[in-house]
């Protein structure tokens, strides 16, 4: 596997990380996870991402990869763990670090991540906690994840940061557009995650798909609407240009996350020996120039397309009435916060606390009233002003 060196740390192209352990996309069979992470290892990987919010995920990897400790790169993420609103505070930072330590079995954590933005903690008392534990070698480097543009800017001017973690593969090219400018500016490690597309891009979803309850996938944007026909045409070009050259549609998802300038590793969140596999020959071969250029164009006229697709959705959404099933009636005002972030039809720092509120409803939507949800969509329709 090909390594890249930058700023002191070697990064194989292709990183494991452990999201699926937090059950988000199903169970998992951890003996094979097991075996999958050996198998990474005796392949080259040397990268492992995962979060104190993901479930025991640590705890695990903690467990898998004490043995070749030297040998690994180790990234976590803090902020988020136990509450949905961030905590990057100077207190909370310091303990959740102890606990990451300990969890992951380890003197030190390679690039310790900011997780989400906390808008109510200044971004200097957090860089002061991260910086403090660079001096005392718990963390070699620090990272930024999920943050808008302007707040990674933020943290660019006011710390040492070393990466940026962003969603990147050809159904999410949204991030990538907005934060690999700044990246490359700032010579950080660009770092992209569910490059597969959450498994969209293997072609082994298919619009008759179903996913069990707990699954994110079930209320992920990017698997209803017009979203999903949208991607699953994506996966079917790259399945088109993939055969002529005897790669999957996943490898081909991969090699093109590989070919964009900025990106020193592709994330990757497989499960089993046989998905890790297939993902790692991802980075064996590298697309032309010629077959690049025929992804880009095709994903600029899927992408207008959706672009009109989805307001014409959300127009619909907020202005009729909601589905009875209150689950369905959730999964559409998700898909149009989610919408309206993505899209930036509003800023984050307006969104967010919306957002907050409608996931505070997740757990309790068998016991609510429609009305508390009518009371949403009709909060959200007045924010975004979609006529
Ligand atoms: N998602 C986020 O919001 C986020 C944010 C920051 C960082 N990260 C980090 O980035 C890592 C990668 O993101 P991700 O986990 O979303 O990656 P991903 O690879 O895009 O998605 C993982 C899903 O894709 C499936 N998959 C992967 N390769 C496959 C293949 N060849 N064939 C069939 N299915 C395949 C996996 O199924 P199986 O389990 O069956 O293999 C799993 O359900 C995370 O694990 C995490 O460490 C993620």
Request: proline content about 3%; aromatic content about 6%; overall charge neutral.
């Amino acid at each position: 596997m090909e390594c890249r060196e930058h700023n002191g740390l070697r990064l194989s192209r292709i990183g494991v990380g452990t999201y699926s352990l937090s059950g988000v996309y199903g169970s998992k069979d951890l003996e094979e996870y097991g075996r999958m992470i050996k198998r990474a290892c005796e392949l080259g990987v040397n990268f492992f991402d995962t979060a104190d919010a993901y479930g025991e995920a640590e705890e695990v990897l903690g467990r898998l990869l004490q043995p070749l400790r030297g040998k690994v790169i180790i990234s976590t993420k803090v902020g988020v763990k136990h509450q949905t609103k961030a905590n990057l505070s100077y207190e909370y930072i310091k303990t959740a670090c102890e606990s990451s330590l300990r969890n992951l079995r380890t003197e030190y954590i390679d690039i310790y991540n900011v997780h989400f933005d906390d808008s109510a903690t200044p971004v200097e008392e957090t860089i002061g906690a991260l910086e403090e534990l660079v001096k005392a070698g718990k963390i070699r480097k620090y990272g930024l994840g999920h943050l808008p543009a302007a707040k990674v800017e933020e943290y660019i001017n006011k710390g040492n940061v070393y990466s940026v973690l962003m969603e990147l593969s050809a159904v999410a090219r949204k991030a990538g557009r907005e934060l690999l400018p700044l990246v490359k500016r700032n010579n950080l490690a660009g770092i992209a995650f569910s490059v597969t597309g959450r498994g969209l891009l293997t072609g082994k979803i298919t619009k008759n798909s179903r996913f069990a309850a707990g699954d994110l996938r079930r209320i992920d944007p990017q698997f209803q609407k017009e979203k999903f026909t949208f991607s699953l045409e994506v996966q079917q070009k790259l399945a088109e240009i993939g055969k002529r050259r005897g790669m999957s549609s996943v490898q081909v998802a991969i090699a093109w996350v590989l070919a964009q300038d900025g990106i020193v590793t592709a994330l990757t969140g497989p499960s089993t020996v046989a998905h890790l596999e297939e993902n790692i020959g991802g980075c064996r071969q590298s697309l032309s120039p010629a077959e690049l250029a025929e992804i880009d164009r095709f994903l600029e006229e899927k992408e207008e397309w959706l672009a009109a697709a989805e307001k014409r959705t959300v127009r619909q959404i907020l202005s009729g009435a909601l589905p009875a099933d209150n689950h369905q009636a959730f999964v559409d005002l998700v898909y149009c916060l989610e919408t309206a972030l993505i899209n930036r039809y509003l800023p984050e720092a307006e969104i967010m606390p919306v957002f907050h509120r409608l996931f505070g409803l997740r757990t309790k939507l068998d016991q609510i009233q429609k009305g508390e949800l009518r009371e949403l969509q009709k909060t959200i329709g007045a924010m975004l002003q979609m006529d």
